[in-house]
């Protein structure tokens, strides 16, 4: 696609409720990363991955949370149990190489509410 | 180790100019850079990756101090559309090459006619 996807763009949830998110990168690209980024405040980082191999979840809040990205591809990030502070803008990103080095593209976000 | 940016926030009227810090306690490998306006994604700005190194985009350039590990990016003759929030992000190495960007706070910039 033309840019990063992320679906849905709106999520309300009822509290205990498991929630996927799902990210459509852009084609091509190596690496992907879960954020979440509350009001007024810069992305923090969760996970990410490099193909279908999950690099790094020490971002993860808890063993509520967890992530894959099968063939490489689309990913989706699973909140099994959801809490109201889990509420938060979950950003997905991908980059077409090694993160650290090149430009990471962002999606416009699912903006999760938890009631 | 997120990293630290100053000012918070900063007003500007257009034409004027404005440095934004980003500094961390760990070493650096590489900083980027991005600008978020309201209700949107971060855009890509530009990475600095190694000491010393500036880079310039339009009139919004950034320098990079490996050895204080720090950077700074520069936006003169500021422009209404330079509004929204700036991050910068940074990268240390890792085992496996690459490391998850920890971005800062923000830096919120508004320029007024």
């Known amino acids: 696609g033309a840019g990063v996807s992320q679906s849905p763009r709106y999520k309300v949830t009822k509290r205990g409720q498991d929630v996927a998110l799902r990210c459509d990168p852009i084609?091509?690209?190596?690496?992907l990363y879960w954020y979440r980024q509350a009001l007024g405040q810069g992305p923090e980082f969760l996970t990410y991955f490099n193909y279908e191999a999950q690099q790094d979840k020490s971002g993860l809040p808890n063993d509520r949370f967890s992530a894959e990205r099968p063939e490489g591809s689309i990913s989706t990030l699973t909140i099994q149990r959801t809490e109201q502070r889990d509420s938060a803008m979950y950003r997905c990103a991908s980059s077409p190489a090694r993160g650290d080095v090149t430009e990471a593209f962002f999606g416009q976000g699912t903006r999760l509410t938890v009631v | 180790q997120q990293p630290v940016q100053s000012p918070q926030a900063v007003i500007l009227r257009e034409g004027e100019d404005a440095v934004i810090n980003c500094s961390s306690s760990?070493?650096?490998?590489?900083v980027h850079w991005y600008r978020q306006k309201h209700g949107e994604a971060p855009v890509f700005l530009m990475i600095l990756l190694k000491g010393g190194e500036q880079k310039g985009h339009e009139k919004i350039s950034a320098s990079f101090n490996e050895k204080k590990q720090q950077s700074s990016l520069y936006l003169t003759a500021s422009q209404l559309s330079y509004s929204g929030t700036y991050f910068c992000?940074?990268?240390?190495?890792?085992?496996?090459?690459?490391?998850?960007?920890?971005f800062g706070k923000g830096t919120r910039l508004s320029v007024i006619a």
């Open positions: 084609s091509g690209h190596v690496s």
């Open positions: 992000g940074t990268g240390r190495r890792q085992n496996s090459g690459n490391t998850p960007l920890v």
């Open positions: 760990k070493a650096l490998y590489s």
